[in-house]
């Protein structure tokens, strides 16, 4: 099967910031996908490209990007066999031609990947995750169909809100219950009994960009005491039941060689005593990208000193590319990858990266951006590969909600399992 028709549509993500679906033609198929964008990125990402014509969107538009680009990328893929992901994904990384994507974009490329595969899996008969599971078998992923364990941000800070807080995203693992339904389910109480807490202390409950609470907090410590205290709320066992995992998104707070934390200037050591003091005073069972994306002697630091308590997660050290993830193993920096497709911008690398982590013992988080649209790939992605955990934000805003859906349908459908505390316990 061939591709009949690709059209691209400039339409809006979930921070009201221009984005790209991109709809697939094929005999009576037909599918759409649409890509994220993030707020906090790692410097070595592959390059996004808009308009930058600041009449339209602030500068963020894409319709010239559309118009330049679109014969270009229908050209380079018309003749192949819509079955062949790999052969797809290599001829648009040719087009492209450059290191990062910067020449065709990494956002009109993963647009055409993932359409790719949804249609793909339309004329195959199967499911998005049944179609996406039988694609990571030719990259040696054979991990059987599992529901993630997930990773719900229901107190924003960082870039993703305009609080004082200078840790991006705190999570919650609710990873004690036997099956994924009872595990979002606990996870949603526990946001709306930390609304609670929040609003009788009158911090305000307004979300940020993620769907978490963005109260005018400074102080970590407090932020964590609010969601201890709305899981006890719940009835829920804290260390037990529900864990917490933080994205500390260092490179942010990375500033002249020193990170700026609660008002001190600290090095690598002083970032890293905090973190040994925050473990031992609350059950955090994952901390990603604790330090800056540059500061490789740190992260091999403290992967040695904590990587056998927590998950040492690399996102904007990674940035989901498998050459980066390659020194990033050789020099044992870390213990967990996150993956976020727009990163490196096809489903093939994606799938690469993914297949070497496994190899590895490197654990894999599947992840949202903080710009989302109604998109639900990445859940199909989590159950179709076992990738075993998912960050997708709070059960709030249909961009993050969209996803939970996606999961809730797919295991009623099916028996696939949940391995809810062994994710914990990798
Ligand atoms: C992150 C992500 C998603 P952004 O840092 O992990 O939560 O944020 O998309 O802004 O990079
Ligand atoms: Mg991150």
Redo the contacts with the bound molecule.
Sequence with gaps: MKIDELKFYEVIDSRGNPTIACKIFSGKFSSISMVPS????GSKEAQEIRDNDKKRFLGKGLKEVIKKTEHQIFGAICQKNLLDQKEIDNSLIELDGSKNKSNIGANMILAVSMAVSKVASQSENMELYQYLHQIAKQFEIDSDYSLPLPMM?ILNGG??ANNPLEF??FMIQPAGFEDFDESLRSGIEIFHNLKNELQDNNFSTSVGD?GGFAPEISDTKKALDFICSAVEKSGYKMGDEIFIAM?C?ASEIFIDGKYSFEGNNLDTLGLIQIYEELIKSYPIKSI?DPLDENDWDGWKDITKQIGDKVSIVG?DLFVTNKKVLEKGIKNVSANSI?IKVNQIGTISETLETISLANKNNISTVI?????ETEDTFISDFAVGIGAGQI?TGAPSRSDRTAKYNRLLMINSDNNFSFEGTNEIKK
């Design positions: 993030g707020a906090s990125t941000n870039a993703h991006q995203e993620e994205d998104a990603e996102d996150l992840s949202h951006r903080s710009g960050k």
